[in-house]
């Protein structure tokens, strides 16, 4: 999923449009395999997924970032 969200980022920055459809759902599904494993295989997984959020927003902001029209 991290790689989606780099190359998401870049084709924004870059003035692409893309095609963010299934990304909600594959993070849902993600976030629910997590939470189902026990709590000390889940933990070192933390580091993992607070780099993920950081994609996630980082694309977001490229998302709200206004784009010069070509």
């Given amino acids: 999923m991290r790689g989606t969200l780099l190359v998401a980022r870049a084709l924004v920055e870059a003035g692409r449009q893309v095609d963010l459809t299934g990304l909600d759902a594959g993070a849902a599904a993600l976030c629910a395999a997590i939470a189902m ?34």
């Avoid at 889940?42 to 206004?66: F, I, K």
């Fill in 37 to 70: 494993l026990p709590v000390e295989t889940a933990r070192p997984l933390l580091p993992a997924l607070v780099a993920l959020l950081a994609d996630v927003e980082s694309l977001g902001a490229a998302l709200a970032s206004p784009r010069p029209h070509t």
